[in-house]
């Protein structure tokens, strides 16, 4: 299964800010994370993870920070800031909507076809068709 | 790691994808270094998987993704890069970064020695307004000898050179001031007008360096002195901006200062804008593309079908050209714009790529533009002993005859470019060495004119 780009992108700054509030992290880490996460459903092209990252960091939702890693090179450090908490809660609130309405729907879909043929069934909303 | 030559060889291939990302004007050193620390770590990981260096490194880069697309993001996010990155570039390394800085610093004190420079004569009783002669013949060796310096500076100039550039500003400051000229003449006027495109020659001889003897070195200077000329005007505007706001509220606590903008801020703004204006154009050259082309391109059009529309009429209703007394210069103006049009699509062009409708747009403004000017110079010819041989008209005539010999063989090369006889570098080179004919003529009327026309 192969989630959709658009999907990726909406989702992708909750994932990194709640990655970043479990500890610090930094871009490598982040990626290994969500691959483990998501159990190698979501697979981030892994540049495009730093334009995200340095777009938090601009609206002071996490901090850089350089350091010298174990391995002797130096290594972008990102942490969470209160203000990056706080857009994490408000973030968190939202997917919970969604969840709940998509969580509603699929019960309420389920009772007329079984699960396996969804798809040609429920006409997906724009956006979300594959 | 497998054995160490593997290694090398990665490293090379990390080096040359770093230079490569580089490259990149929205992603800057301090991402690359992000991007590249990335890079090793995910390596590391696929090496000690099982993988040789090299495809790790293939992998690596594959999973990091399309350079373009990650390019793209990056200026999605970072738009404000594609855009200032002029006088402090924070792009270049550190070492690069101190020479930019030493490089603002020398060019900050030249432009404030200029400044000063010009205020030097007031100590001894010159003053702007009651000697304005002593200005009039003077002003560019107030400011030219220090840009050519900087110039000398920057491109480490050897003394062989230095010392013609001197004799030049010598000689420039002795004609300028040994002639018994009549205040406020013709020929005072004249030095003053010329003595600045003569010695510009020996500023672009600076500039270019030991290139001066090549196209591609004095094309250069064309370009700068291009560009030079709108950096200065945007310089004078935001000057005339300040002035203007600042004699509005001075003047609502009932303070002119009008007399501190004529005796300091206009004289001292307008040399040492020149020398920050050559600073900007040399820093951003590599930076920002050049504003002259892209406004030749724009005007091109409308003059050449300004000067159909005005050849057409001419000939439609039969009128014969008004000669006043200052048609010449008027025409001489027409043809320098025209030539500073086809300069500046030159300096831009690519002599490789073929030829093009724009070519044929250039070819139809300089045509006309020769043809606009035979009928005025035949208008002329018919009543010059009429008018009689002031230095004036001497002068200008001999930069009509000048300007007409370039274009018209301008046009001649540029049409065998475009039936494909000639190569376009012809005319590239045609222009270039042309060049020191109008820093020629300048002189001669400098040197020439005062004693011929009894320094009236």
Redesign the interface.
């Known amino acids: 299964m192969e989630i959709n780009k658009d999907l990726m992108a909406a989702s992708s700054t909750p994932i990194v800010l709640a990655i970043l509030a479990e500890e610090d992290s ?3 880490a982040i990626l290994k994370r969500v691959r483990e996460l998501s159990e190698g459903h979501m697979e981030w ?4 993870l ?2 995200v990252l ?2 938090l960091e ?1 609206f002071g939702h996490i901090e850089a920070r350089w350091e010298v ?1 174990e ?1 002797g ?4 450090y990102y942490r969470i800031t209160p203000g990056g908490l706080a857009q994490l809660a408000e973030e968190r609130r939202q997917w919970q909507a969604v969840d709940a309405t998509l969580r509603g729907i699929w019960r309420a879909v389920s009772l007329f076809v079984p699960a396996g043929h969804l798809a040609p069934v429920a006409p997906l909303p724009r956006g979300f068709e594959r | 790691m497998t054995d160490p030559g593997d290694a090398v060889s990665v490293e090379e291939q990390i080096a040359r994808w770093r230079s490569y990302l580089g490259r990149r004007q929205a992603i800057h050193p301090v991402d690359v270094a992000e991007l590249e620390d990335h890079l090793r770590e995910q390596i590391e990981v696929l090496v000690d998987a099982g993988l040789t260096a090299d495809e790790a490194f293939l992998v690596a880069v594959k999973r990091m993704g399309k350079l373009d697309a990650l390019s793209r993001e990056f200026a999605r996010e970072h738009s404000d890069r594609l855009w200032k990155q002029l006088v402090v570039s924070p792009s270049d390394t550190g070492e690069q970064q101190t020479g930019a800085r030493t490089d603002a610093i020398v060019v900050f004190c030249l432009a404030v020695v200029a400044a000063v420079l010009i205020k030097v004569p007031a100590l001894f009783g010159i003053d702007l307004d009651q000697d304005a002669s002593f200005y009039v013949r003077n002003v560019s060796l107030f400011v030219l000898p220090l840009l050519t310096g900087y110039f000398v500076w920057k491109r480490r100039l050897g003394t062989s050179t230095l010392r013609w550039l001197i004799v030049a500003f010598l000689a420039a400051g002795v004609f300028a001031n040994v002639y018994p000229f009549t205040p406020g003449g013709y020929t005072e006027a004249l030095t003053g007008l010329h003595l600045p495109i003569a010695l510009w020659l020996v500023v672009g001889i600076a500039y270019a360096g030991g290139r001066w003897g090549e196209v591609a070195g004095r094309m250069d200077f064309i370009r700068f002195s291009g560009e030079l000329f709108i950096y200065y005007v945007l310089i004078a505007l935001g000057g005339g901006v300040l002035m203007a706001s600042m004699g509005i509220i001075f003047r609502s606590i009932g303070i002119d200062v009008e007399p501190f903008f004529e005796s300091w801020m206009l004289p001292c703004g307008a040399v040492g804008a020149v020398i920050v204006a050559s600073w900007l154009v040399e820093a951003k050259q590599s930076v920002i593309e050049n504003m002259a082309p892209v406004l030749t391109r724009l005007f091109t059009p409308f003059f050449a079908a300004v000067l159909v529309a005005f050849l057409v009429t001419l000939l439609w209703t039969g009128r014969g050209v008004d000669i006043g007394r200052n048609a010449l210069i008027a025409f001489d103006l027409l043809l320098v714009v025209v030539l500073g049009l086809l300069l500046y699509s030159v300096s831009a062009r690519d002599p490789h790529s073929p030829p093009g409708a724009f070519d044929v747009v250039q070819v139809a403004l300089v045509v006309s533009a020769l043809l606009a000017d035979a009928i005025a110079l035949w208008a002329i010819a018919a009543r010059i002993t009429e008018f009689g041989f002031t230095p004036n008209r001497v002068a200008a005539l001999g930069e009509n005859v000048i300007l007409l010999v370039n274009l018209a063989w301008s046009v001649v090369l540029y049409i065998s470019f475009l039936r494909g006889r000639a190569s376009f570098t012809a005319l590239e080179r045609w222009q270039t060495n042309y060049l020191p004919v109008y820093a020629a003529w300048a002189a001669i009327v400098v040197i020439a004119f005062p004693p011929v026309f009894g320094y009236i």
């Open positions: 930094y871009g490598y092209t892994d540049g495009m730093y334009p340095h777009r601009r890693a391995s090179r130096r290594r972008k």
